[in-house]
């Protein structure tokens, strides 16, 4: 497994937006799949979005509001997240598809979306 390092969670209030970070390292190896999930209290875990060289993915809570990009030279990926809704709140993780290694998961970062 690669370390997931995520960063950018936080509070926002309703309509605000935040921008989560998550760098893979520890890895020279193909990195296929980058991408977000994320867990509500008294909740599964969801897919939000990933990215692959085909292109990206978006739960359908999400599209229209958040983004998700990567950094291929840095193993990076970000998910920009607008027009935040209270039901937004929850553990977000980064995840990740490491040729050899399978998956790969962060520790996660608390989004809070409250007024």
């Known amino acids: 497994q690669a370390q997931l390092v995520e960063s950018g969670g936080g509070l926002a209030q309703p309509g605000g937006s935040l921008r989560l970070t998550c760098a893979a390292n520890?890895?020279?190896?193909?990195?296929?799949?980058m991408g977000w999930y994320r867990q509500a209290a008294g909740n599964q875990r969801e897919l939000v979005a990933t990215?692959?060289?085909?292109?990206?993915r978006y739960a359908e809570f999400v599209k229209g509001r958040f983004t998700i990009s990567r950094n291929w030279q840095k193993n990076t990926v970000y998910l920009q997240m607008n027009s935040l809704k209270p039901e937004d709140t929850g553990v977000y993780y980064c995840?990740?598809?490491?040729?050899?290694?399978?998956?790969?998961w962060g520790q996660g970062t608390q989004v809070t979306v409250s007024s």
């Open positions: 520890g890895t020279s190896l193909p990195i296929w799949v």
């Open positions: 990215i692959a060289d085909g292109g990206t």
């Open positions: 995840y990740a598809v490491i040729q050899t290694m399978g998956e790969s």
